[in-house]
């Protein structure tokens, strides 16, 4: 069971909840829109321990994942609190500091190390991208170790492939904002970095922009 954590407070994180009402299953704990709050997740984390898993759409720091509010929702105080947790934070820049806090303490964390383009919600481009963050939703569960991480990047790299296919076959080049449906898709794999269990370094897919990491 995975505890879905959506925020819907601006434009970029509306979106976000468009996608994650597309992708959502029974299986998941749903922790949606104004109940996304600091106390909503820990309602949650307390009412459903046995799995411990998260998926969160929001927006994010280098020290926090935010919420509705625009407060920490989890944040590197948190590390005992989520020990053993797997959890992908589809957030501006989680994929520093706090994925590393975390990760110290028995954490899994798939995060981001920059601002990441928001997916777009128009109905043509939508399940498109739905397909991305759904391959990611359901696969990194099982980034147990460095070789199945690196499958798993792998996978979301191809998916993301996919995606930018199928944008082109949608018309996407002539689509207002035509850039950022194709940023969206380079970025999701490209900067993409993995915190195993007392990692000291991330994990990343190998044909990722080294630039990137090193600005």
């Given at each position: 069971?995975?505890i ?8 970029q994180?509306l ?11 029974d299986?998941?704990?749903k922790?949606f ?8 997740l820990?309602?949650a984390?307390d ?6 898993i ?5 927006h ?5 994942v ?6 920490p929702?989890?944040h ?25 806090d975390?990760?110290?303490t ?17 109905p043509?481009f ?13 696969r990194?569960?099982?980034g ?33 904002g035509?850039a950022t449906?194709y ?26 922009p ?6």
């Amino acid at each position: 069971m995975t505890i879905f954590f959506v925020s819907s407070h601006d434009e970029q994180t509306l979106a976000n909840l468009v996608i994650a009402q597309a992708i959502a299953n029974d299986g998941d704990v749903k922790v949606f829109d104004v109940t996304a709050t600091r106390a909503g997740l820990f309602q949650a984390l307390d009412e459903h321990p046995e799995d411990k898993i998260i998926f969160s759409m929001s927006h994010g720091s280098k020290l926090a994942v935010i919420d509705n509010n625009w407060s920490p929702a989890l944040h590197r105080g948190d590390a005992a609190r989520v020990a053993g947790y797997k959890i992908f934070a589809w957030a501006c820049l989680t994929g520093a500091t706090v994925g590393y806090d975390l990760a110290q303490t028995g954490t899994t964390w798939w995060g981001y190390e920059c601002a990441v383009n928001a997916p777009d919600d128009r109905p043509e481009f939508a399940p498109i991208h739905a397909e991305v963050i759904a391959e990611a939703k359901a696969r990194f569960i099982a980034g147990v170790d460095v070789e199945t991480v690196k499958q798993i990047l792998h996978d979301i790299k191809v998916r993301c492939q996919d995606a930018i296919r199928a944008l082109d076959a949608a018309g996407a080049m002539e689509a207002n904002g035509f850039a950022t449906l194709y940023f969206f898709c380079n970025q999701f794999w490209q900067r993409l970095s993995v915190w195993l269990p007392g990692a000291q370094e991330p994990l990343r897919h190998p044909d990722a922009p080294i630039a990137y990491y090193e600005i």
